[in-house]
């Protein structure tokens, strides 16, 4: 029988393979070590390949598109409540294939080698921001223990450590002051990284014309606009604007029954990396719209007014992410009305 949709659970070592029929049949399974993957699907006529977004996902789902299938990501989420009986490789096979030809379900989008570059860009940003933090905070503990404290801010950590290296007061061992210097010699190291991998991310901006184009709209920087294309690519996983906004967490909860809808608080859901820069830009904006009497400044000032400064950010958070989705699928550049 011919079939229709293979749904593959990758792994690092083995991989298990389930193939369905036009009906869901289940025609044949077989597990795969990773050097008989590609191979197996070169040799298999075209079909549609069902894949979990996970870890390695793209690189996966990019090398079986040049095999000449179709390739479908399916969120974890989604495979879950497919997989029927003990929980095996071949189960879970089986769940993504289902899952796979479920018209209500969307597929996440492939990412490119551009996207992946600028992804582990600002995850190794993001890792060193993690542990410059997590090395002022030691200080300041190691600090207190002495009797004296430091205010919070890696700005304040950098001022306070060379006061305390050259006071003479002994309240701090020269033994402990030995510590500190070392301490010191990993701030600064950490400094040079995430300043690096900072410069790193806006030359990629200057050469990437989506992300130009992004940044005319108010908010968007050279961090904001390359995370977002990281997300979003060239928006054709998405049907509209507010696709990409809900996909990101940035509209309300709903809980409805009955014929009565109710909205609450924003959902959270999806890159909170992404959703984080695009409140801190929106914040931005909506701070410095009370000067302004464009349309734009009149619109948020009123939702300051009537909502509040916060659901204001949000708002226009959602927008920002709406306008980012426009620009990147048509080509234009952000015109204010």
């Known amino acids: 029988?011919?079939?229709?949709?293979?749904?593959?659970?990758?792994?690092?070592?083995?991989?298990?393979?389930?193939?369905?029929?036009?009906?869901?049949?289940?025609?044949?399974?077989?597990?795969?070590?990773?050097?008989?993957?590609?191979?197996?699907?070169?040799?298999?006529?075209?079909?549609?390949?069902?894949?979990?977004?996970?870890?390695?996902?793209?690189?996966?789902?990019?090398?079986?598109q040049k095999c000449g299938h179709e390739v479908k990501l399916i969120p974890p989420q989604h495979v879950k409540a497919f997989l029927m009986g003990n929980k095996n490789d071949y189960n879970d096979a089986l769940a993504i294939n289902v899952a796979a030809r479920q018209p209500h379900i969307k597929s996440v989008g492939i990412k490119s080698i551009e996207q992946q570059d600028n992804q582990a860009q600002h995850k190794a940003r993001e890792l060193a921001v993690k542990q410059r933090t997590a090395l002022c905070n030691q200080i300041r503990g190691l600090v207190a223990e002495y009797g004296m404290t430091i205010n919070q801010g890696v700005n304040n950590v950098r001022k306070t450590i060379p006061l305390m290296l050259e006071d003479e007061s002994k309240l701090l061992s020269e033994t402990f002051k030995t510590i500190l210097r070392q301490l010191q010699a990993q701030l600064n190291a950490l400094d040079i990284c995430v300043e690096t991998y900072s410069k790193v991310i806006v030359e990629t901006v200057k050469h990437n014309a989506t992300c130009q184009r992004i940044q005319t709209i108010p908010g968007f920087g050279p961090m904001i606009s390359s995370a977002y294309f990281n997300e979003v690519g060239n928006g054709s996983a998405y049907k509209r604007g507010r696709d990409v906004s809900a996909s990101l967490g940035i509209v309300p909860r709903q809980h409805s029954s009955g014929g009565k809808d109710t909205l609450l608080g924003v959902s959270k859901r999806g890159n909170s990396y992404l959703r984080c820069l695009l409140i801190q830009g929106a914040k931005a904006v909506v701070s410095r719209a009370k000067t302004k009497n464009d349309k734009l400044s009149q619109w948020i000032n009123r939702l300051v007014q009537t909502r509040g400064h916060n659901r204001a950010c949000v708002a226009y958070a959602n927008k920002m992410a709406r306008m980012a989705w426009a620009i990147t699928v048509s080509g234009e550049e952000y015109s204010p009305v």
């Open 1 to 64: 029988m011919k079939i229709t949709t293979i749904g593959l659970d990758i792994a690092k070592r083995f991989f298990h393979v389930v193939c369905c029929n036009e009906q869901g049949r289940l025609v044949r399974k077989k597990m795969l070590k990773r050097v008989q993957v590609l191979a197996f699907f070169q040799q298999h006529p075209s079909c549609l390949v069902a894949l979990e977004a996970c870890a390695t996902s793209h690189f996966w789902a990019r090398e079986i």
